[in-house]
């Protein structure tokens, strides 16, 4: 993947973000994800390649842009594109840390064209590669983890989405000893955090959405991360007919476990990630003497890099503040 188009990118990542940006704390979350959804889709445009949306909004009739299959960009090099552009939407709401606008890149027909359903999900750092799986169960990832990095069960930190459909793998995990995190919203943070020391998180485990899981995959296959999942049709009210138009878009087999290379088969995708509101791995927006300032994450596959990037736009009367 070219430098010059990865950093194109990145300034789609970061319009979306300032655009959530402006809604963070208001308490309405359809603004400030149309907000994001909008700016990315505009920035995604001006760009010279022929961009498809493998992961996006929704089907083409539940979402009016950013939908499964559009195609934007203004010609050029054919790339596959998963966006999720405001991930934590309630975060933004109500100014809670860790909401991103991400965007994934890769050559066409390297991201997996993933349902908008569920998936069943485990996620770990690099160490842990090899040592969990999928169906093992709660215990076991957890005994796993533990031993891959040398510690003590009862200092691993596994993070969860706070659902009522995790309460009995909740009861599973605290049953072994270790901590729990358990986060509002924001799965894609959750996955792609084991690999990030900083952030304290050893394990991932759950179910989300199956598009967020291609995101974090990108994210964690640059990193040197373990990621795999498995598509969940019977935790979604709409699943049966949800599998019936994955059987026509997704060439796989639905029922098996998704590993890192099957939703990301390409060595060289890119994962970005522009900070919404403040959070373990990205500052949020932020505006000081005219300018507005980002801070965003690039994750390369091709080159095994990342890349922590501030931003400040001064625009016509702003300051620059090192």
């Not at 920035?43 to 929704?58: H, K």
């Not at 010609?75 to 994934?104: M, S």
């Not at 019936?244 to 590993?259: C, G, K, N, Y």
Request: some cysteine.
């Amino acid at each position: 993947m070219q430098t010059s188009l990865i950093m194109q990118v990145l300034g789609v990542a970061e319009s979306a973000a300032i655009a959530a940006a402006a809604y963070n704390g208001r308490g309405d979350k359809h603004a400030a994800d149309q907000a994001a959804t909008e700016a990315m889709r505009q920035a995604l445009n001006d760009i010279d390649f022929s961009g498809r949306v493998v992961i996006g909004e929704g089907e083409r009739d539940e979402a009016p842009m950013l939908f499964i299959g559009e195609e934007v960009g203004r010609g050029g090099v054919d790339i596959d594109i998963a966006v999720d552009p405001l991930e934590g939407t309630n975060l933004c709401a109500y100014n809670r840390p860790n909401a991103l606008a991400t965007i994934a890149i890769a050559p066409k027909g390297s991201l997996l064209f993933a349902p908008d359903t569920y998936m069943l999900k485990v996620a770990a750092g690099p160490q842990s590669v090899g040592h969990v799986h999928i169906d093992a169960p709660p215990a076991q990832n957890v005994r796993a983890v533990a031993d891959a990095l040398g510690k003590p069960i009862p200092e691993v930190n596994v993070c969860i989405l706070l659902r009522d459909r995790h309460r009995e793998l909740i009861a599973a995990v605290r049953e072994t000893g270790a901590r729990i995190r358990l986060i509002d919203d924001g799965d894609v943070f959750g996955a792609i955090a084991t690999a990030v020391p900083e952030t304290g998180i050893d394990l991932y485990l759950g179910s989300g959405g199956a598009p967020e899981g291609v995101l974090a995959a990108a994210g964690l296959k640059a990193i040197g991360g373990a990621f795999m999942g498995r598509l969940a049709f019977d935790l979604d009210p709409h699943g049966v007919e949800k599998r019936e138009r994955a059987e026509q878009t997704a060439a796989i087999d639905l029922d098996a476990p998704l590993t890192i290379d099957t939703l990301v088969s390409s060595d060289d995708a890119a994962f970005i990630a522009c900070g919404v509101t403040d959070g373990e791995m990205l500052s949020g927006v932020s505006h000081v003497g005219g300018s507005t300032t980002t801070h965003s994450i690039i994750m390369s596959s091709a080159d095994k890099t990342v890349r922590f990037v501030k931003t400040i736009r001064r625009g016509k009367t702003g300051t620059i503040r090192f």
